[in-house]
Each structure stands twice: as structure tokens, then as C-alpha cells.
């Protein structure tokens, strides 16, 4: 009989194709060594959703965090997941993998840190920063570079430019994109909600179903998040065939970076959030100053 692990911080719950992939690979990658999924946290849960998924704990042997671009900074995701931590080392043995590692407040994560079973950055600049802190951390790449699809689309006729976190940029981008027929603007959300967090998501349902047509049809300012999804591809891939046919990308996500160098197509790196493509780029051994 399988071993059970139970996984933290679920992405598939953002519905964009770099969680997709992430979690999927994740759920491969632990199956082929003899490890099945009792049950999840989805992304942006808090602590006390827990709970809620006691009877899926006590099966698991393991919980495994996916701490992707969350932990930087402080910021609310990193604060949620310090919370979530904590409470669960009380009680099972836990990893934190795939994760980023930026700017934290040493004195609230240190405890924490030192408990884990195990540390798996996915860049050596978060590596190299938990080193200084006394934290041994292991490296591996992002989990999108597990497994993934490879397509060769020709001829490659147009560009794209990708959304990104930052909201300021995805709006500038649909601007320049829509006052040019040679440039397609690229969203990572998948334009439906595949996965659902039940009540919590009632509101993001209607958004997702409302803003894009208000925007459409009434020309009412929406937020840029809902007004890219009407160039979302539900598909993951027919996603990465589509970008795949771009003569090049703008890339404002990380996970786009990650896919553009997967699929080996020319790109400009824009900056995000965090450190996180610029270490990318460090780990694939690319000049981070060329224009």
C-alpha cells in the first residue's frame, strides 16, 4: 500500500498554467516513488482551514510544502504559510520544496526553519541566503522542469507579451498589445476555475464570469487580472503550442520564463515580486544586462 503525504499550499487553486504544471508534476514525481496524495491545502487558505482537513492528516505520513514564489518579503503569503508551518510541525514530520527564499524576518522563521525535515530551494540565490542564515538547503529546479511537453511550431510569425504578478505592468502590457497587431498579449490563467476552494471562491466566480464583460461590452475600467482573461486558453497544452509559435516573448511571470526556456523560445525577462527570474536566469547561466 502507497505511503500518503498531504501537500500545503496547493497552486493548482490559482488556475494558471504554472501551478497546474507544478502540482502535477509534484503528484508524478511522488507516485513513481511509492507516495500518494491524501489530501490538500489550497493556496491562500489560512491556518485554520486545517481543521477542516484533520481525517486527511492523520493518513499522511509526510506533509510536503510548496512554497514556489511565496516566501519573500514577509508579504501575507509567506506570513500564512509561517503560520501553517508552525502548527504542523507539531505534529508530523515536514519538507519544504520548490520554494523561493527572499528577505524574511529571521527571528519569527528561524524556529521554524530548523524544524523542517528537509529544505529544497529552487534557486541558489534563496539557497545561498538561508546558508547565511545557518539553514542547509538542498537545490533543485523549479518543478515545472520535471516533466513538460515540447512543441517546435513553424514558422514563428508573431510576439507576446505576457501578464505578470504585478498588476501595474499587466496593465501597461494589454495597453501596448492592443495598439499592435503583430504582438499578442498572453495570460497564465486558465480563463475558468478548474479548482475551487467552495464558498471562498463565490465572489472570484462572478468576477471571472462579469468583469470580462463588462470590460467588453459596457467599456467600464475593470481590474487587469479579469480583463486579460478574455485571451486565457483553458488548455495547458494548447497553451505552450501557443506560445511555442511566437517568433519571441515579453515575459512578466516567472513561470512564462520557466515555459519560454522550456520550449526554447527567444525572450526578454521582465522583473517580478522578487528575485525569482533573475535567479532563473542565473541557474540557466544567461547574462541578466542584455537588451
Keep these: 500500500m502507497a505511503q500518503q503525504y498531504f501537500l500545503v499550499n496547493d497552486t493548482r487553486y490559482d488556475n494558471h498554467h ?8 509534484l503528484h508524478q514525481a511522488m507516485l513513481k516513488r511509492g507516495w500518494r496524495c491524501a489530501g490538500s491545502l489550497p493556496v491562500s487558505l489560512p491556518v485554520g482551514q486545517l481543521t477542516q482537513r484533520k481525517e486527511f492528516l492523520q493518513q499522511a505520513r509526510l506533509v510536503i510544502v510548496n512554497g514556489e514564489g511565496s516566501l519573500h518579503h514577509d508579504n501575507r503569503n509567506a506570513n500564512r504559510l509561517l503560520e501553517i508551518c508552525r502548527e504542523l510541525q507539531k505534529t508530523h514530520t515536514v519538507v519544504l520544496l520548490n520554494t523561493i527564499w527572499q528577505e524574511n524576518d529571521p527571528g519569527r522563521w528561524l524556529p521554524v526553519l530548523q524544524d523542517f525535515a528537509g529544505i529544497y530551494t529552487r534557486d541558489r540565490r534563496s539557497q545561498k541566503e538561508l ?11 523549479d518543478l515545472t522542469f520535471y516533466d513538460y511537453p515540447e512543441f517546435s511550431n513553424e514558422p514563428r510569425v508573431k510576439f507576446g507579451c505576457t501578464d505578470s504578478v504585478l498588476y501595474s505592468w499587466t496593465e501597461r502590457a494589454l495597453e501596448l498589445c492592443s495598439k499592435s497587431d503583430g504582438i499578442d498579449f498572453v495570460t497564465l490563467f486558465t480563463g475558468e476555475l478548474k479548482y475551487t476552494r467552495g464558498p471562498k471562491d463565490w465572489g472570484r466566480q462572478l468576477k471571472y464570469q462579469l468583469y470580462p464583460w463588462v470590460w467588453e461590452k459596457m467599456h467600464l475600467r475593470v481590474p ?24 519571441a516573448l515579453c515575459v512578466a511571470r516567472y513561470h512564462a520564463l520557466c ?12 522583473p517580478s515580486n522578487s528575485h525569482k527570474s533573475e535567479a532563473l536566469l542565473e541557474e540557466a547561466g544567461l547574462p541578466l544586462n542584455v537588451f
Excluded: H
Design 259 to 270: 515555459f519560454a526556456i522550456q520550449q526554447k523560445i527567444p525572450f526578454l525577462a521582465v
Design 131 to 141: 546558508a547565511g542564515l545557518g539553514i542547509r538547503a538542498g537545490y533543485a529546479p
Design 18 to 25: 504554472g501551478g497546474l504544471m507544478v502540482v502535477g508534476n
Design 224 to 247: 487587469p487580472r479579469y480583463r486579460s482573461l478574455q485571451f486565457a486558453i483553458s488548455d495547458t497544452g494548447e497553451f505552450l503550442q501557443r506560445l511555442s509559435s511566437y517568433r
